[in-house]
């Protein structure tokens, strides 16, 4: 019975450990993103307050609304109720897609 009990703690020790390091490498991305976004909220209130954008800034602001939308599956978690806690299921899920697709790219024919 000890072994039975002892196989199950060793994989339950092997899917926490890839938990956290799928959280450290999507804790990563949300930072990257989100440095990416700074300058947002007073390139947004420029328009607000009767200036125009000039061209390099509308090119700015495209860049930072993409990046934005690349971060919503992250986002929605957390504001729901009790999100926080999804949020370990979320990365594991985007890690799975991006290895998924990254195969794909593989196995494709050049």
């Not at 450990?17 to 440095?35: D, F, G």
């Not at 986002?75 to 370990?88: A, E, V």
């Not at 890690?95 to 998924?100: H, L, T």
């Amino acid at each position: 019975m000890t072994g039975y009990n002892s196989k199950y703690a060793a994989m339950l020790k092997k899917s926490l450990m890839s938990m956290r390091s799928n959280s450290a490498t999507h804790r990563r991305h949300i930072r990257k993103e989100l440095n990416e976004v700074r300058g947002l909220i007073p390139l947004l209130m420029k328009h607000r307050n009767g200036q125009r954008w000039s061209v390099t800034e509308r090119t700015d602001l495209l860049r930072d609304l993409r990046a934005l939308a690349n971060l919503s599956p992250y986002l929605i978690p957390l504001l729901m109720p009790g999100g926080i806690f999804i949020l370990p299921l979320v990365a594991y899920w985007m890690d799975v897609r991006r290895n998924q697709r990254k195969n794909a790219r593989e196995d494709a024919p050049q």
